[in-house]
């Protein structure tokens, strides 16, 4: 199994970012997925779930109403928009499946 992120980066405060998660070497669509971070010295926190049908989505309280997770089954590939960033988010975001697969994780910084 191999999960890839991308699309971290440095940005302002205020703006967006959309990460990727590539997946292969499972059976995608029948795994739920979630996005976590890990901000230096800070324990690794959920930031959003979706299901393996697509029809049921979770969020931290931190990123409720900026966050958006989706996924495409058809393509093995899960995404987490982020809006209205803000210096807090700033993190290395993990994508995770079935809460035992692990990407490399990609960097977000938020700093003007």
């Known amino acids: 199994v191999q999960l890839v992120e991308s699309g971290g980066g440095l940005v302002q405060p205020g703006g967006s970012l959309r990460l990727s998660c590539a997946a292969s070497?499972?059976?995608?669509?029948?795994?739920?997925m979630r996005w976590y971070r890990q901000a230096p010295g800070k324990e690794r926190e959920l930031v959003a779930s979706?299901?393996?049908?697509?029809?049921?989505?979770d969020y931290a309280e931190s990123v409720k109403g900026r966050f958006t997770i989706s996924r495409d089954n058809g393509k093995n590939m899960v995404y987490l928009q982020m809006n209205s960033l803000k210096p807090e988010d700033t993190a290395v975001y993990y994508c995770?499946?079935?809460?035992?697969?692990w990407g490399q994780g990609t960097q977000v910084t938020v700093s003007s």
């Open positions: 995770n499946a079935a809460l035992r697969y």
């Open positions: 070497g499972l059976t995608f669509s029948s795994f739920n």
């Open positions: 979706i299901n393996s049908l697509r029809s049921i989505t």
